[in-house]
Structure formats: C-alpha cells, structure tokens
T-cell receptor, first 114, second 111 residues
Framework: ETGVTQTPRHLVMGMTNKKSLKCEQH?????MYWYKQSAKKPLELMFV???????ENNSVPSRFSPECPNSSHLFLHLHTLQPEDSALYLC?????????????FGSGTRLTVV | GENVEQHPSTLSVQEGDSAVIKCTYS??????FPWYKQELGKGPQLIID?????GEKKDQRIAVTLNKTAKHFSLHITETQPEDSAVYFC??????????FGTGTQLKVEL
C-alpha cells in the first residue's frame, strides 16, 4: 500500500447505473487528484482539490462528479456513463499543489462500462 | 501549456543491459522532474526525482540527469533485471499546479 487507498479495485456498471469511486489518504497531504488512464493514452488529469476546494476541472463531462468532504477523502460519482469511459481511474495526493515532494498514487479502480 | 515528449514508447533490453528513457519539455518554469514506474495492476509509483538546481541524481541502479538548457531529462537504469519491466512515466510541474505526464515507455527486460 502506498498510503493512498482506492475502492473498489474493479467495477462493472451499466450505462444507466450510478456508482461512486472512493479514495482515502492519511499522509497529511493537502491536495488530491483524479486521473483517467486509458490504453495507449497519456494520463489525463480530471480534477484537482486543494484543502477541499476544487481548483481545476479539465473539461470533464458532467456525468463525472467529484466530491471532497475533507482533506483525507475524495469521491468520484458516476452516472449515465458511456462505454468509452471504461478506463483505470487513479487517485493521487501531494503535500501541496506545487507537488514539490512528489505525488502518491493509489492502485486505481478498473472501470468497465457495459 | 506544457508539452512533454517521452521516447521511446517501447524499449526491449536484455537482462543486465542499460536502459535510457528521455523526456523533453517546453515550459522553462518547470523545476521538479520525477519519474514514475507503473507495474501491471498498480498505480504509478515515484522511483526517483530531481530538482532544477541539480544536474544528476543517482539511487543504486537508477539515475536521472537533467539538462535545463536543452529542456530534457532522462532516466537511466543500469544492470536491468526482469522486475524492472514496467511502464515508466516522466512528469513535469510547470508554473503553478500544471502537471504534465509523458506518454509512457513500456520497458521489457528479457532473460
């Protein structure tokens, strides 16, 4: 374990379902991130939170809805997804937004939309 | 925005040989350059990093070199072993919180 825990590890959902991904860190980091990793594509930054405030949203469709209730937890709520949303979703954290001490990643949630 | 080019996209070496992966960036404000290793079924893990005031850093079989003038930095793995097989990503942190990952290099170490 890296210190960033993601659940579930695998998720299969239909296009009409609603599900949530969870990320938890107890490293004392103040910034948390959601990334999407698709086959043969660079890691795509989706959302950035700093001290529970969203600071960046990289034109992500509204069917993805993040939530950061406190500095240790980050959620990604999913609804009416498309098959092309199937990917590995990675959560990461860093001490601050500058990330000068590196980023710690979770193991990801492998999402399949059917 | 920052452009990061990572080469090669795939690299196959014989066990015991060296491997070199290079990233070229465009944002001169970038000042922190980490490398991540991602094994199958896992998230990326930091393996080595370097800051802009240093030209080279080494940690056992792994080293990173930085050329700020030419805007490129490289990962060097010596005496490669099968467990080095993974995808490697570079990352740049430009001005503010601009994080840009390289496209990744699939390294395969063959016996």
């Amino acid at each position: 374990e890296t210190g960033v825990t993601q659940t579930p590890r695998h998720l299969v959902m239909g296009m009409t379902n609603k599900k949530s991904l969870k990320c938890e860190q107890h490293l004392g980091h103040n910034a948390m991130y959601w990334y999407k990793q698709s086959a043969k594509k660079p890691l795509e930054l989706m959302f950035v939170y700093s001290l529970e405030e969203r600071v960046e949203n990289n034109s992500v469709p509204s069917r993805f809805s993040p939530e950061c209730p406190n500095s240790s937890h980050l959620f990604l709520h999913l609804h009416t997804l498309q098959p092309e949303d199937s990917a590995l979703y990675l959560c990461a954290s860093s001490q601050d937004l500058q990330g000068g001490d590196g980023y710690t990643f979770g193991s990801g949630t492998r999402l399949t939309v059917v | 925005g920052e452009n990061v080019e990572q080469h090669p996209s795939t690299l196959s070496v014989q066990e015991g040989d060296s491997a070199v992966i290079k990233c070229t960036y465009s944002d001169s404000a970038s000042n922190y350059f980490p490398w991540y290793k991602q094994e199958l079924g896992k998230g990326p893990q930091l393996i080595i990093d370097i800051r802009s005031n240093v030209g080279e850093k080494k940690d056992q079989r792994i080293a990173v070199t930085l050329n700020k003038t030419a805007k490129h930095f490289s990962l060097h793995i010596t005496e490669t072993q099968p467990e080095d097989s993974a995808v490697y990503f570079c990352l740049t942190t430009g001005g503010g919180n601009k994080l840009t990952f390289g496209t990744g290099t699939q390294l395969k170490v063959e016996l």
